[in-house]
């Protein structure tokens, strides 16, 4: 056979060195045609190899190897990375339909909500709209558990989950409406910030119902139960860290995409934080906060005609002094209030009494300036003790025994003085309370 019609090693090459002289036998003639049907080449297999002419040079062989091997795994890997990229790119396609189908399906067990939650974006901006319209529609309200002044909070339940809902009072839209919105700004969860998990309004045009659900913290807030429970030393530093480091989440702007606006909680008291279980704050109720994007330098005032709680209102907003253009006031007027109740949780922190080992004592719980001013106290109440007497909560003698207390009293009157410039930022308080080593053996009896 020619080698045209690819006769390759079935060629006669006698007398050449050629492939089919190893290990094959090939008989030749070309006397007549079809001189090949009678031959009988004689094919006896070799009993020993001989090893065949190496095709590369044995000394790059390793080499060889490992480069292919290396493309071959290099190839592997872009091929499983693309599929996984593939894969998730389809989920998040269908995932408001993939959510949703998770939210009707009762057969095969359900989602939580901490990760329905999860599985939006990353930007932590909180659920699909069409998601939160039917958490919404699928709760079931169980019984009260207190009422404000812009609405009532209920414990519900969503499935087996305890949410809290806050039925907000129908005069007060604008607040339902400003604190869902701030709740949904990118970037603003945090473990010292209330879970938002969905806000739902719903009526006609003569009676709307809003509705806000969060995490439910059965603890309640932080005067509910600094009025029953007494903290140790160790206690009082989680809870004091984690108010700060809520306010510093905050207050702190995130340059980048997406970013963080500047955000000014404006009405921050005991009872606008939650404890959690792990003994960490919550802070909750932004009906009256404010944002501030330093990009165009514009403080976005929500349309609200609320104004914070006077008892907690520092001096220059009460005496209206407060530069509504400087977003820095709102921050500092902030931390005026955080003082005053870092003051109510250190009255309950116990220490040992001195020269009795095993005694511990602490203050009452009381709101500040309870003894100065009355229940309710009015505007001029409030400026006539805060700004014209220059009062402040009073630092009991046996804060000097506890290092805890040392530093928060020193915090505490930092963050209340009356000019704002010298006050201390969330960030700085959060800083020093994180250095500070706390004593745990004082046993709470
Ligand atoms: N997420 C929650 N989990 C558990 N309890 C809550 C939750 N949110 C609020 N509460 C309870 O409901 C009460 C009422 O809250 P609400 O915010 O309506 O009013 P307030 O904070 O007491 O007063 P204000 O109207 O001045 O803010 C709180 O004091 C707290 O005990
Ligand atoms: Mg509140």
């Known amino acids: 056979m020619s080698p045209e019609q690819g006769g390759g090693l079935l060629q006669c090459k006698v007398g050449q060195v050629s492939p089919q002289l190893h290990g094959k036998s090939i008989v030749c003639c070309d006397n007549e045609d079809l001189c090949n049907q009678d031959l009988k080449p004689n094919y006896s297999p070799r009993t020993t190899t001989t090893p065949e002419p190496p095709l590369v040079n044995t000394n790059t062989m390793p080499l060889f190897a490992l480069v292919i091997s290396i493309a071959f795994c290099l190839g592997l890997l872009v091929l499983v990375l693309g599929a996984i990229y593939c894969m998730y790119r389809r989920r ?9 189908n998770s939210l ?16 939006t974006s990353g930007s932590g901006s909180g659920l699909p709209l069409l998601v939160q319209r039917t958490i919404a529609k699928q709760i079931q309200m169980v019984h009260s558990v207190g009422k404000g002044r812009y609405g009532e909070v209920w414990l519900a339940k969503w499935r087996d989950e305890k949410v809290a809902v806050k039925i907000f009072f129908t005069t007060e839209e604008a607040s339902w409406f400003r604190e869902t919105e701030i709740y949904q700004t990118v970037l603003m969860r945090n473990e010292n910030i209330l879970g938002f998990i969905a806000a739902d309004i719903k009526g006609t045009g003569s009676w709307t119902q809003m509705l806000l659900i969060t ?39 995130i340059f980048g995409t997406p970013g963080k606006p500047s955000i000014a909680h404006r009405d921050i008291k005991s009872k606008n934080i939650l404890v959690k279980r792990n003994g960490q704050c919550a802070i909750a109720d932004f009906g009256l906060a404010v944002k501030y994007t330093s990009e165009s330098d514009e403080i976005q005032i929500a349309p609200n005609s609320r104004v914070g709680t006077r008892r907690y209102m520092a001096p220059e907003v009460l005496s209206e002094t407060l530069d509504l253009k400087v977003f820095e006031g709102f921050k500092m007027a902030d931390m005026y209030s ?28 009381a709101l500040p300036y309870q003894d100065v001013v009355p229940s309710d106290p009015s505007f001029e109440d409030m400026y006539a ?9 009073p630092i009991p003698q046996r804060w000097q025994d506890e290092d805890i207390l040392v530093v928060l009293s020193k915090i505490m009157q930092e963050c209340w003085h009356p000019s704002p410039a010298v006050r201390l930022t ?20």
């Not at 969330?426 to 009896?445: F, G, N, Q, S, W």
Request: hydrophobic share 40%.
């Open 338 to 365: 955080v003082g005053l109740v870092f003051w109510e949780m250190a009255r309950r922190c116990i220490t040992t009494v001195r020269g009795a080992k095993n005694t511990t004592t602490c203050e009452d719980y």
């Open 385 to 393: 003790v805060v700004c014209v007497k220059g009062v402040r909560p």
């Open 426 to 445: 969330a960030l700085r308080v959060k800083k020093t309370l994180v250095k500070l080593e706390t004593d745990c053996t004082i046993k709470i009896v």
């Open 104 to 119: 009707y399906n009762t057969t095969n067990g359900h989602m939580p909500i901490a990760d329905l939650v999860e599985q």
């Open 215 to 253: 995490d439910y913290h059965e603890l309640g807030s932080l005067h509910d139960y600094l009025q029953k429970r007494v903290l140790n030393p160790h206690m009082l530093k989680m809870l004091a860290l984690s108010l700060a480091s809520g306010v510093a989440h905050l207050h702190t702007e």
């Open 92 to 100: 998040e396609k269908r995932k408001p339909a993939y959510l949703m």
